[in-house]
């Protein structure tokens, strides 16, 4: 017998708008970031804790920016492992993101990983 995975319950993640929230859509969610076919988002004034969200190949995954944990969704190891690298080495850029995105004020772009 199949193993039924229970739905992800999250505000701001609905599996029929791509990552999307109650108000937004992903064609309105800030990209700031997209390399390898990954797509990096973050909403204005989302919930706690920091992160941001991934599209790649119609997978979809919030991350956690402190501890670059997954804390829904799920990637494949190699875009996991693509993401993880590049969120490493632009924490603060990412944290600075965060801010202004709470703050309602427009995203800076953050260099793709190369």
Known sequence: ??????????????????TAGPTEDASTMPEISRFFGIVVQMYYSDHEP??????????????AIETLAVLRGQLSPRALGLVTEWAALHRADLIEDWDLAR????????????
């Not at 703050?103 to 990983?113: E, F, G, M, N, T």
């Open 1 to 18: 017998m199949a193993r039924r995975v229970p739905k992800i319950r999250h505000p701001c993640y609905d599996e029929n708008r791509a």
């Open 50 to 63: 920091p992160h941001f969200h991934v599209r790649y190949s119609g997978q979809k995954a919030l991350i």
């Open 103 to 114: 703050a309602q004020a427009q995203l800076r772009p953050i260099a793709p990983l190369e």
